[in-house]
């Protein structure tokens, strides 16, 4: 990866303008969540509390803050197994995340979904998918039934670099172009699909212009700047909503850890994870933009002792709350109507 296209040398001035600062503070502690939290997924999980497969967004933080923040009640979000951060940036109770994590009756998901398949009809998160590009065009889906009942709710559907070559992506594409589906598309361009770097594994080096061919604007965003992202999504959810048909975002973003748990990401230098965290952090960045607006540290250290109590008391409830009885391996699986 070359760090000149993750714009690594600084953020752009300008984008201090584009939230309020009580918007800051509101992105600040939703990304502060995220971050803690999957802190102490990662722990949890290295002394065998949570089991299978595990994809922390350490790094990720801005691109699910961004995007929620933007959201109205009934518009739909689908994302890939990288989503304990969404569940965290809609609302959803960080105890009944941890619960699912720890496989208990009490998580979202009655602890059968585990880390990638998560779901809350109540924030109307269709998942966590398991299966690499799968979810895209079950977010289609979404925009489609949106457009069916005649609302001008949106369907947010992210997916991953590595996700952004497969066919189903580019039949997703087509589809919600014809039928002008208000469908955005967020690509997480994190650089690695799973160990292989972007440029390897794809002749488009510029994924946001991939909808070109069907007629779909695109935006290519800095994925480490709240407000860039905000602004971003924003812009495409506008034009959702007016009927115009779906919109094509590329976040250029950075996870910080392996593509999951068990991954020593020996393709890549710690000098270049280092470098990223060093002059591209998404929480520093916000952190310091609260201090330059007058922000004092003592408040920001207290919203992080506050979330770090918030972390704890999940990881407590998920370690303590019973297992699914066995009766549960039979529910939700045949629908008689």
């Known amino acids: 990866m070359q760090e000149a296209e993750l714009q690594t040398d600084g953020f752009a001035d300008d984008t201090k303008k584009l939230l309020t600062r009580d918007q800051f503070l509101n992105a600040y502690r939703i990304a502060l969540l995220i971050r803690r939290f999957e802190e ?25 803050t961004g995007i929620t923040m933007n959201l109205r009640s009934g518009d739909k979000v689908i994302t890939s197994y990288r989503d304990h951060g969404y569940m965290l940036a809609l609302g959803i109770d ?9 496989g208990r009756a009490t998580g979202c998901s009655r602890g059968k979904g585990g880390s990638m398949h998560m779901y809350s009809r109540e924030k109307n998160f269709y998942g966590g998918c398991g299966i690499v590009g799968a979810q895209v065009p079950l977010g289609v889906g979404l925009a489609f039934a949106n457009r069916y009942r005649g609302t001008d709710e949106v369907a947010i559907t992210c997916f991953g670099d590595g996700a952004n070559n497969q066919g189903q992506v580019y039949e997703s594409y087509n589809l919600a172009s014809l039928h002008k589906l208000p469908c955005v598309f967020v690509i997480e361009n994190n650089h690695y699909g799973m160990g292989t770097s972007v440029e390897r594994s794809s002749a488009s080096h510029n994924l946001y212009k991939n909808g070109e061919p069907w007629g779909i604007p695109g935006l290519q965003v800095d994925g480490m700047d709240v407000a860039a992202v905000h602004a971003a999504v924003k812009q495409a959810v506008t034009y959702c909503r007016e009927g115009k048909g779906p919109y094509l975002l590329e976040m250029m973003t950075y996870r910080y850890r392996g593509h999951s748990m068990s991954d020593p990401a020996k393709y890549r230098t710690r000098e270049e994870v280092d470098h990223v965290r060093k002059t591209h952090d998404p929480i520093e960045h916000i952190k310091n933009i609260l201090l330059e607006d007058g922000e004092k540290e003592n408040t920001l250290q207290t919203i992080d002792d506050e979330i770090k109590a918030i972390v704890n008391d999940a990881a407590e409830f998920a370690q303590t709350s019973p297992e699914p009885e066995a009766q549960e391996l039979y529910t939700n699986v045949v629908l008689e109507a």
């Open 94 to 102: 960080p105890r009944s995340v941890m619960a699912e994590l720890t």
């Open 40 to 64: 102490k997924v990662g722990q949890l999980y290295s002394t065998g509390f949570i089991g299978g497969f595990c994809h922390l967004y350490i790094g990720e933080e801005a691109v699910a």
